[in-house]
């Protein structure tokens, strides 16, 4: 589903991931929802995005955060 809605273009906001068609950054919808705004709340502040856009995006988030290795902090 993501392949489909996301699209990384170094011409379009600096390569960073973003809704196809758009210049909407993943990082910006997953930002809103953590801040805890409702898809329905990010849908009426970018009304050109769909439900089915945000769910790919939190998608693409949660495959990109599952390819990486994560640098852990030592504890003090």
């Known amino acids: 589903m ?3 809605r996301i699209a990384v273009d170094h011409r379009i906001m600096g ?3 973003c809704v196809r068609g758009t210049r909407i950054p993943v990082t910006t919808i997953v930002a809103l ?3 805890g705004l409702s898809v329905a709340e990010v849908l009426a502040d ?3 995005l769909t439900e089915t ?3 790919a995006a939190l998608h693409f988030a949660a ?3 599952d390819e990486r ?3 852990l ?4």
């Open 73 to 76: 902090r030592a504890v003090a």
């Open 46 to 48: 970018y009304p050109q």
């Open 15 to 17: 390569g960073a991931p």
């Open 2 to 4: 993501a392949e489909n």
């Open 69 to 71: 290795e994560l640098p």
């Open 53 to 55: 856009d945000v769910r």
């Open 33 to 35: 929802l953590g801040e």
């Open 63 to 65: 495959a990109a955060v």
